[in-house]
């Protein structure tokens, strides 16, 4: 257990629904992420908010919609996804968003995606 | 912007060997060094990371090395145990204070 929830834990959805992903951090971090995993690729950092503010978001389709109501809760909202989105998306939390010696990133477990 | 490579993509080790994953990194300017292990079903955790101030980092079997010279950044694994058996992730801090990921090296435990 790392403090970090993720949930659904798995997730089927056609290119035509609406679903969202959903992640609390029991660890009064400051920051919190959402990351894309795929199969032998590099995590790749998908939007980053702290203090409920986005501070990066690196070129992410407008069919991925993060939403962030408090430091504990972040939402993914997902709408006409294709397959290849078809991945593990990790959320993550840290006491600030900033990378650095001390500033351990905690991720959740993750939430398989698969689009059909 | 910043890249990190890392090799190899699979490592298979007897049990009780030594394991060591490379990774490079571009940004002459980064300065912060972790690595993650992922075990199956589980996100990514930290087991030790290095700051561009020093050379070398070690807590009990498993150490870090850093060249900043020639920017590359090692993983050292000693004394391998079956619970090693994992995906190990680099990575590098990039210009935003953002991590720059490696694409992982899945390491097998042969008992």
């Known amino acids: 257990e790392t403090g970090v929830t993720q949930t659904p834990r798995h997730l089927v959805m056609g290119m035509t629904n609406k679903k969202s992903l959903k992640c609390e951090q029991h660890?009064?971090?400051?920051?919190m992420y959402w990351y894309k995993q795929s199969a032998k690729k590099p995590l790749e950092l998908m939007f980053v908010y702290s203090l409920e503010e986005r501070v990066e978001n690196n070129s992410v389709p407008s069919r991925f919609s993060p939403e962030c109501p408090n430091s504990s809760h972040l939402f993914l909202h997902l709408h006409t996804l294709q397959p290849e989105d078809s991945a593990l998306y990790l959320c993550a939390s840290s006491r600030q968003g900033q990378a650095s010696s001390g500033n351990t990133i905690y991720f959740g477990e993750g939430s398989w995606l698969t689009v059909v | 912007g910043e890249n990190v490579e890392q090799h190899p993509s699979t490592l298979s080790v007897q049990e009780g060997d030594s394991a060591v994953i490379k990774c490079t990194y571009s940004?002459?300017?980064?300065?912060?060094f972790p690595w993650y292990k992922q075990e199956l079903g589980k996100g990514p955790q930290l087991i030790i990371d290095i700051r561009s101030n020093v050379g070398e980092k070690k807590d009990q079997r498993i150490a870090v090395t850093l060249n900043k010279t020639a920017k590359h950044f090692s993983l050292h694994i000693t004394e391998t145990q079956p619970e090693d058996s994992a995906v190990y992730f680099c990575?590098?801090?990039?210009?935003?204070?953002?991590?720059?990921w490696g694409a992982g090296t899945k390491l097998i435990i042969k008992p």
């Open positions: 940004d002459s300017a980064s300065n912060y």
């Open positions: 990575a590098s801090m990039d210009s935003n204070y953002q991590l720059i």
């Open positions: 660890l009064g971090h400051n920051a």
